[in-house]
C-alpha cells in the first residue's frame, strides 16, 4: 500500500497541472462573482483653481478611502472625463467646487456628497473659530488641536448593538461564493483522481498487481486516501489564499473549519468511486461528472442561497446532497458562529452518505469491472 501511495505522489509532483488548473479556477471564480478582493478606491480627477491641495479640504479628500482623488490640470481633468475615462470630475476652489459630468451614474451623486460634506465640515470649523473669537493662526491651531482631542476622549461613549432572530439568515456573498466554489471544483479534482482506478482496471494493472503481495483492499484504500489527500491539499491551499492573502479571518476559526471539512471529503471520495462504478468507460465518466457536479452545486446552494428556493421539488433534492451539508458547516462555522453540537447533524449526514456510497460502489466495482 506505501509503494502504491509513494507512486502516486511521485506522479502528482510531475503532472500537478489538474490540481493547479481547479484550484486556480476555485481562486477566480470566487473573485469574480463574490468580490472577495474587497471594492478598489474609485478614482475620480481633481483639479484646483486655487492651491488647496495642501490646505485641510485636500487632506480631507486624501483620507478618504472609497476614492482617489487624482490631482491634475484642469484640462487634462476635463479630457479624461469627455474621453469616457472617467465617470466625473472635480474643480475645487476655496469656498466653492464644481462637478464635471461625464457619465449619469450613482457614483456621480456620492462624489458630490463627498465633496459638499468636505466643504460643510470646513464651513463649520470656520464658523467656530469665529465663535471663539481665534483671529490669530496658532489660536485657531489650538483650538482645533483641542477639539480634535476632545474628539479623540469624549465624556461619554456610546454602544450600538445588533441582533437577529434564531432562524434569521445572514448572506455574505463573498464568503458564499468562496464556500460555494471551493466545495464545487473539489469534486472535479477528487473525481479525476478516483477514475484512475478505472483506467487501471481496464488496462490491466490490477489483474498483475493481485498477483503480487499486496492485497485488494490497499490497493482500494490507497487509491482512495491519495484521492482524499489531493481534494483536502486543494481545499486547504484555497483557504490559506484568502486567509493571509485578502486577509479573511473566516470568524477566527479557520482551523476549526478546516478538520470540520474531513466529512465533506470524505463522502465526495465515496460518491466519485460510486459514480466511476456506474459508467463503463473514460468517455462516459467524462460526460457524467459535469452533470452531476453542476447539478449538485445548483441544488446545493453553491451558486446561491438555499433560502431564495421556493421549490418543494429542488429543496428535497438538497437533502440528499453532499454539498448542501459541506456549505451548512462552512457558513455555521464562518458565518453563524455554530458550535461543534449545532454541527452534529451535516457531519453525521455527510459520514452517512459517505459510507453509503462507498460500500455500494466498491461492490458495483468488483461485479462490474472485475
Not at 311 to 340: C, D, F, R
Request: proline share 3%; charged share 20%; with cysteine.
Amino acid at each position: 500500500m506505501i509503494g502504491i501511495l509513494l507512486a502516486k505522489f511521485k506522479t502528482f509532483i510531475r503532472n500537478p497541472w489538474t490540481f493547479f488548473i481547479f484550484t486556480g479556477m476555485s481562486i477566480v471564480f470566487a473573485l469574480m462573482i463574490g468580490g472577495t478582493g474587497g471594492m478598489s478606491s474609485i478614482p475620480v480627477p481633481v483639479s484646483s483653481a486655487d492651491d488647496i491641495k495642501e490646505s485641510a479640504i485636500g487632506e480631507a479628500l486624501e483620507e478618504n478611502e472609497v476614492y482617489t482623488f487624482n490631482w491634475m490640470a484642469e484640462e487634462e481633468m476635463k479630457k479624461r472625463v469627455s474621453s469616457g475615462k472617467a465617470e466625473a470630475g472635480v474643480i475645487l476652489k476655496e469656498d466653492s467646487y464644481e462637478v464635471i459630468v461625464g457619465v449619469a451614474s450613482s457614483n456621480v451623486e456620492m462624489i458630490e456628497q463627498t465633496i459638499q460634506g468636505v466643504y460643510v465640515e470646513k464651513r463649520q470649523n470656520e464658523k467656530l473659530l469665529e465663535m471663539m473669537g481665534a483671529d490669530t493662526e496658532s489660536s485657531q491651531q489650538e483650538f482645533l488641536d483641542n477639539m480634535e482631542q476632545s474628539i479623540e476622549s469624549p465624556v461619554f461613549s456610546i454602544e450600538a448593538s445588533s441582533f437577529r432572530s434564531a432562524d434569521a439568515v445572514v448572506h455574505d456573498s463573498a464568503s458564499h461564493s468562496l464556500f460555494g466554489f471551493t466545495l464545487f471544483f473539489v469534486i472535479y479534482t477528487i473525481a479525476y483522481n478516483v477514475l484512475s482506478i478505472l483506467i487501471e482496471k481496464k488496462d490491466g494493472i490490477w489483474d498483475r498487481m493481485i498477483l503480487s503481495p499486496v492485497k485488494k483492499w490497499e490497493m482500494y484504500v490507497s487509491n482512495l486516501l491519495y484521492s482524499f489527500f489531493e481534494g483536502y491539499l486543494q481545499v486547504i491551499v484555497i483557504f490559506l489564499v484568502f486567509r493571509y492573502w485578502f486577509g479573511i479571518d473566516f470568524n477566527g476559526r479557520f482551523l476549526e473549519m478546516l478538520l470540520l471539512l474531513f466529512p465533506y471529503v470524505f463522502s465526495i471520495v465515496a460518491l466519485s468511486i460510486f459514480i466511476t462504478a456506474c459508467v463503463k468507460n473514460t468517455q462516459q465518466f467524462n460526460a457524467v461528472l459535469p452533470i452531476i457536479a453542476v447539478s449538485m452545486a445548483m441544488i446545493g446552494g453553491a451558486y446561491w442561497p438555499l433560502e431564495i428556493v421556493s421549490s418543494e421539488i429542488l429543496l428535497a433534492l438538497a437533502k440528499i446532497n453532499p454539498l448542501t451539508y459541506g456549505m451548512e458547516i462552512l457558513n455555521g462555522v464562518a458565518v453563524y458562529g455554530y458550535s461543534l453540537e449545532e454541527l452534529l447533524f451535516p457531519i453525521s449526514i455527510l459520514i452517512l452518505m459517505g459510507v453509503v456510497f462507498m460500500g455500494i460502489g466498491i461492490h458495483l466495482m468488483e461485479r462490474r469491472h472485475v
